[in-house]
């Protein structure tokens, strides 16, 4: 049987997203637009919509798009906002960020998703994502202040590499725990040189592996 992306994606959004109480048009609009199942391995093209983390290579996983979605909602994205990803893995995350017109710039420490992702992106025109190949909980210092921040793998504490890239009202989302089996979704806001730490949800994402990270 064949299957319609689009049609996938719709559906997607509707029971998945939009079930799970996602409302921001800007994000519903980039998780219809941005092709999934090319982002996945190709035989698992066919699960790309369900409502699952999927493999992408190297051990390490893409979160199910809930979490993207939620994720990026919390961002609160604009257009022209500079945007810090760490974790650039398939490089779907960069690609939602890229359709709502963000610049990205995303760091990976796996060589060949680093490789993968950027000739996806590439391929698909989005020219709004720059890629590094580095230990990410450095942050991307001659790119900084960013925007917003987006961490999509999970280490012990926040990387103060990160807090400090980040401008003034920023916003950051990071997956946070000391034991591997409670990890916590961590908003930080930057407000004129204050930093807070808002406990969102429970999440399970691949580890943060670097310096600042386990
Ligand atoms: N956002 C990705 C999913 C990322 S999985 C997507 O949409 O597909 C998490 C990724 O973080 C993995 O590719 C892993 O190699 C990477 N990673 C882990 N520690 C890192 C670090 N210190 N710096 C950069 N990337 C890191």
Redesign the pocket.
């Known amino acids: 049987m064949r299957v319609d992306p689009r049609r996938s994606r719709e559906r997607m959004v509707r029971e998945q997203v939009e079930a799970g109480g996602v409302r921001d048009e800007a994000v519903l609009t980039a998780m219809l637009d941005v092709p999934r199942h090319l ?1 996945v391995e190709e035989a698992l093209a066919a699960k790309a919509y369900t409502d699952s983390p999927l493999p ?1 290579g ?1 051990g ?4 199910k798009p809930y979490i993207v979605a939620r994720m990026t909602e919390m961002l609160q994205v604009k257009p022209d906002m500079k945007v810090l990803e ?8 960069s690609a939602v960020l890229a359709c709502m017109g963000a610049d990205v710039y995303s ?4 060589r060949s ?1 680093h490789i993968r992702a950027r000739e996806l992106l590439f391929e698909l025109r989005m020219f709004n994502v720059w890629f590094k190949l580095d ?3 450095m942050g991307w210092p001659e790119e900084a202040p960013f925007d917003r921040v987006i961490v ?2 999970g280490g012990p504490q926040i990387p103060q590499p990160l807090i400090d890239q980040l401008a003034d009202n920023g916003r950051m989302v990071i997956p946070v725990g000391t034991d591997r089996g409670t990890q916590r979704l961590v908003l930080v806001e930057k407000i004129e040189g204050e930093v807070t730490f808002t406990d969102e949800l429970g999440v399970r994402f ?5 310096e600042h ?1 386990w």
């Open positions: 982002f992408i190297e390490q996983t893409i979160s760490i974790g650039t893995g398939s490089g779907y995350q760091v990976e420490r796996i998703l230990d990410g909980t999509t793998a691949v580890d943060l592996v670097g990270g």
